[in-house]
Nanobody, 131 residues
Framework: QVQLVESGGGLVQAGGSLRLSCAASGRRTFSNYAMGWFRQAPGKERDFVAAISWSGGNLYYADSVKGRFTISRDNAKSTVYLQMNSLKPEDTAVYYC???????????????????????WGQGTQVTVSS
């Protein structure tokens, strides 16, 4: 069992920045699994945002956030981060972190962006970007 708790969301003006955090706890070893961030805007499907392998050596991003968002992790703190810069109104959504407990030795974007591959999800944190 893994518990994930997101924090850091809020209201920000376009062009601003936010840093989301996702703290993991539970019996599983955090450094063994991959982590992802997804988001869901009202009336829309959940979309992939970014993912990071267990070691932090592989990073994947949706095209819509490349160059603006950065995912990172601190295995000593069992925490994954999403630094969001140059925010746009279209980034407004509830942001969820998720844990993939069996990413495999050949972790790839093909797996990272598929929500159904993730085993545990946080409750979400609201990000609102005003124009």
């Amino acid at each position: 069992q893994v518990q994930l708790v997101e924090s850091g969301g809020g209201l920000v003006q376009a062009g601003g920045s936010l840093r989301l955090s996702c703290a993991a706890s539970g019996r599983r070893t955090f450094s063994n699994y991959a982590m992802g961030w997804f988001r869901q805007a009202p009336g829309k499907e959940r979309d992939f945002v970014a993912a990071i392998s267990w070691s932090g050596g592989n990073l994947y991003y949706a095209d819509s956030v490349k160059g603006r968002f950065t995912i990172s992790r601190d295995n000593a703190k069992s925490t994954v981060y999403l630094q969001m810069n140059s925010l746009k109104p279209e980034d407004t959504a509830v942001y969820y972190c998720a844990a993939d407990l069996a990413p495999g030795s050949s972790y790839s974007y093909y797996r990272a962006n598929r929500g159904y591959e993730y085993d545990y999800w946080g409750q979400g944190t609201q990000v609102t970007v005003s124009s």
